[in-house]
């Protein structure tokens, strides 16, 4: 990442933080009516291997792309699910209530650089999990840093 300072990973609380907040989002997910049928058979890693992905994405260690199959594994985890609009949105809604219950750092610079990914990620999810859809040929991830917010930029 091309962006000086500490990572949005870095600024989250790193590795740790990111574990605290998939267990706590899960736990949600398989309580609510609208997401518990699409995670049905949800392994107990998922909500670490979520955690694992996420910290890449925002600048962590590349260990879902370099032991966990990164891209490529996680298009065929949402292929054919036909994720609709309306558990897209609770999803998001759930990751964000999740982070503040876990105490993911509150200032605007950082929580607008989550929600963007969180928007962006979902929406490409949903994209990806409808039937005949073609994802792109990619390897890596998509990285997110900062954006617009960078924290002490005026
Ligand atoms: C930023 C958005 C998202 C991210 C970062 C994300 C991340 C992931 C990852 C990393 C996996 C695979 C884990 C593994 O390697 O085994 C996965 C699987 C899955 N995701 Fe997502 N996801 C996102 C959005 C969504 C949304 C919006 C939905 C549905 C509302 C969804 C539903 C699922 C399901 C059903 C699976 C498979 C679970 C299973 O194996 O049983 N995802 N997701």
Redo the contacts with the bound molecule.
């Keep these: 990442m091309s962006e000086s300072g500490p990572s949005v990973y870095e600024w989250a609380g790193g590795a740790e933080a990111f574990e605290r907040l998939t267990k706590v989002f899960y736990a949600k997910v398989v309580a609510d009516e609208l ?1 518990a049928p ?2 049905r ?3 107990p890693e ?1 909500p670490h ?2 955690a694992v ?2 910290g890449e ?1 925002f600048g962590g260690p590349a260990d ?1 792309t370099e032991r ?2 990164g891209y490529r ?2 298009v065929g ?2 292929k054919n ?1 036909d ?1 609709q609009p309306e ?2 949105a ?3 809604e759930l990751m964000l209530s999740s982070a503040d219950e876990v105490g993911f750092p509150d200032e605007a610079e950082f929580r607008s650089a989550f929600v963007a ?2 928007e ?3 929406r ?3 994209a990806n ?1 409808k039937p005949g859809a073609k994802p792109g040929n990619r390897d890596s991830l998509k990285l997110w840093g900062w954006g617009e917010a960078r924290p002490g930029a005026e």
């Design positions: 997401l699409l995670f058979r949800m392994k998922h291997d979520v992905m996420l994405v879902y966990f199959g594994r996680l985890r949402h699910r994720i558990q897209r609770r999803w998001v990914y969180l962006f990620g979902s490409r999810a949903m999990s």
